[in-house]
Every structure is written in structure tokens, then in C-alpha cells.
């Protein structure tokens, strides 16, 4: 789970009371108070030129163990400048990444063995760990895990959607949870990719909010169920 800060009702606005430089990490301000207790992110500037801070301590007038250019580039300062705990960018994509990840927790959840244990329980103990079986086809020692990896191509979208061809993808007995590739993460969030349930064997289709711009690398995770 990606780090989530405290805002401070309403905003308010200090000013920095020294000019600072784009190394300097003790930003002193006019009213402490204004910020919530660390860590947290702070802005300076109030136009697309800002830069947003994360701070990790406060003094009795200052910003101090600061990590610069969080967002925008890190940049000299004139005292003067407003600086205060607004709303970021980074705020919102964090929200939305956790809630994605406690979806798939929540879905891995769903999925419940013969002994009554979820698929997240058994991920978390450490027993679906070790060798993996072929991809896509029920593993010897089953009912377990096993994993279908498909690739995204840019031109496989239409009108918001493509569907993958796979032999393992089965309607009956199995469940799937989909994730994406590590590398593939940031593209497949910022896009609003989906999958639909497997309806029809040998297929699966995804759907996106905005047309990726590069081939994503997706992982289906299958999981043998009763009943």
C-alpha cells in the first residue's frame, strides 16, 4: 500500500520566511500550525509552476527533512512564497492505487478451499508458495494456483476493449484474479483496465477507460474452487 497523509481543514496559507535554494531541506515558515504533524506534503506556488514537498518533522517554525520536487522540479524560492497543505496530485493517485489493491485483496477473499480458508489466507500463510505448474493448466498437487500470462498489444484495442485468446481460461470450476505486471502497473491503473468474468472458454476480455500507449503484461491468476 502506497503512504497516504492527513490533510488540515480548509487549507490554510503560510508564507516562507527565508528565500530557500533547490537543495535546501529546512523550509521555515510564518505559521507552523498550518500544516499537519509529519510526515506530510506541503506546496509552494500556487499555479502549475508549484512544487510540492513531503516534509518528515517540524520545528517550532520550520519544514525540516524535506524530500524536494515530490512533484514538479525543486527550485528556488523567494520568502514571501505561499506554502501550505493542499490538495496533490500524488494524494489522489495514492487513493485510487489502495483501493484498487484492497479490491484484489477483497476479491482474493472471495475465493474460499475445501477447508474453508480464502486464497488470500493461503497466499499470506505462505502455502500456495513454491513451484509454479505450467502456465495456464491446473497444477499436480491442486486444487491451487496457476498462473496465465497475457500480453496487451496497443493495436488489440477497439472502442474500448480486446479479447485474449488462452486455452486454461475454463467457465466452470475456477475462479481468476488479474494483475497486472509489475512494469506494466503504472500504464494499467492510469488506463482503468478491467477484466469481465470468463464466460465463454479459451477467452477473456478487458476493457480500459483510456487507450494504453504501450503493450501491457497482465497475469491471471486461476484457482480451482468447489461447488
Known sequence: MKPMYYGIPFSPQATLTDTIGAADTIIKVSDVSAFPDAPNYATIGTDEGGETILYTAKTANALSGCTR???????????????????????????????????????????????????QEKYNSGELKGGRGDRGEQGPAGPGANEIVVTLPVSGWS??????????????????????????????????????????????????????????????MKIKVEG
Open 69 to 119: 520536487g515530490v512533484e514538479g522540479s525543486a527550485k528556488s524560492w523567494n520568502a514571501g512564497e505561499l506554502i501550505g497543505r493542499n490538495y496533490t496530485a500524488a494524494d489522489h493517485a495514492a487513493m485510487i492505487d489502495n483501493i484498487k489493491d484492497a479490491a484484489k485483496t477483497a476479491e482474493a477473499d472471495g475465493v474460499t478451499f475445501d477447508d474453508g480458508e480464502t486464497f
Open 159 to 220: 472502442n474500448g476493449a480486446q479479447t485474449m485468446q488462452n486455452a486454461g481460461l475454463v467457465v466452470s470450476g475456477y475462479g481468476y484474479i488479474i494483475t497486472p505486471d509489475p512494469d506494466s502497473y503504472g500504464a494499467y491503473t492510469s488506463a482503468v483496465i478491467y477484466a469481465d468474468s470468463v464466460t465463454t472458454e479459451g477467452q477473456i476480455t478487458f476493457h480500459c477507460e483510456e487507450t494504453p500507449t504501450e503493450a501491457l503484461k497482465v497475469s491471471i
